[in-house]
């Protein structure tokens, strides 16, 4: 696709990223098959390749529209469109460059900018988060069945190791997972200590910046950046082997900070490196000696591989052949590149989509009747267990050693 942009413009490195992206992307129309968005609504400006051509003509422009902002509204940033996509276009590269000019230049009325930073403030504040959900369970019972089924059931960690291993991880904490299911990285830990790793948690690491990127608050996102590198980074220097986490959404957003931070001159060459050492659970353990790993009831599970995991990660399947590898009995699940909807803050921003997303989701997920449905991603886990019977996991948990038997 040629492009017209000013020069002054394409100085900018994420401008430059975008350009060469969209040069790139030849109008085959492969990525609508696969985009949830377009496949909901059939129209061709809720898909890849008409919202490249929207955000094309704003940067030849320089110049974003209430329209654009609309259309990229709805793109659940699912990157499906990458994975199948022959030319190789980034889309998210492009996608990126349009939300901030559509920011810009679209100024939102003012319920969608305190409805946006009510989600920026509650979801990324560990405390008030977990004081809100702490409320949300007390008052559970009295709340009507479908109020119920959207606050999660409290879980315990279990005993964390306490065994002192030489190597070492760095593992993301995370803002939400944290207070919904702390079992989650309590697993983690566990899996690892039987592997011989120990994992390292800082506290002055906060939100990955996920939240406040989508959201177009990209200063905000920036600055938690930062914060995360300058917390990691004495450990970084020590010989840290990787940087984790079991939130896949974050996994690639950390991914991503050497991109982010390019423009940084201070922090750029350091996002760099983190970058460089994130890695997605399932690439460390597979490394690893399994054997050492105590045998578990082998289930009969459906596995939903988060879009962050396939799309963003690249690792769609290795989940799957783990778990088979260790004696468990996966089922096909039909439209498995397809998003359940939830997106991150999309569930909250778009219910209306997300809904019928989770929906087509859940139909092939328990069609073959699966004891679990495990996932790689907090926000999937939440959305696909409300008013579903069939317990929701991550598919960490199906190796903790607390579960051997």
Partial sequence: MQTYI??????????????????KCVHCGFCNVTCPTYQLLGDELD????????????????????????????????????TTCPAGV???????????????DAPRPVWQRVQRALIRFGLTNRLLFAALLGTGRLIRPLMPTALKSRIPAATKPGPLPVGVHS???????????????????????????????GLVEVKQAGCCG?????????????????????????????????????????????????????????????AAQISALV??????????????????????????????????????GKVEALLSALGHELLPVADSHLCCGSAGTYSLLQPEYSEQLRRQKLQ????????????????????????NPVPVKHWIQLLDPLNAG
């Fill in 167 to 197: 190597r070492q991880i760095i593992l993301l904490q995370g803002c939400v997972q944290s207070s919904i299911d702390p079992s989650i990285n309590a697993a983690l830990r566990r899996v690892f200590d039987c592997l011989g790793v």
């Fill in 364 to 387: 092939q997920l328990v069609i073959h009747e699966p004891e679990l449905i495990l996932t790689a991603n907090i926000g999937c886990q939440t959305h696909l267990q409300r008013d």
């Fill in 6 to 23: 000013k020069d002054e413009l394409r100085q900018r490195p994420s401008i430059a990223a975008a350009d060469t992206m969209i040069r």
């Fill in 279 to 316: 890695k997605d659970p399932v690439e460390l353990i597979a490394a690893e000696n399994l054997e050492r790993l105590p045998a578990q009831p082998a289930k009969r599970v459906a596995f939903q591989c988060p879009c962050t995991l396939q799309h963003g990660f690249g690792h769609g």
């Fill in 90 to 104: 980034e889309y998210g590269v492009i996608l990126d460059a349009g939300r901030e000019l559509a920011e810009r």
């Fill in 47 to 82: 898909g890849p390749r008409g919202r490249i051509y929207q955000i094309k003509n704003a940067l030849e422009l320089n110049q974003g529209s209430e329209s654009l902002q609309q259309h990229l509204d709805r793109c659940l940033t699912c990157r499906s469109c990458e």
């Fill in 210 to 270: 996920a939240i406040d990127h989508h959201l177009s608050a990209e200063q905000a996102a920036l600055g938690r950046m930062r914060q995360n590198i300058d917390a990691w980074w004495p450990l970084v220097e020590a010989g840290a082997e990787a940087i984790v986490s079991t939130a896949s959404g974050c996994g690639v957003t950390l991914a991503d900070y050497g991109r982010l931070l390019a423009e940084d001159e201070v922090y750029a060459q350091k």
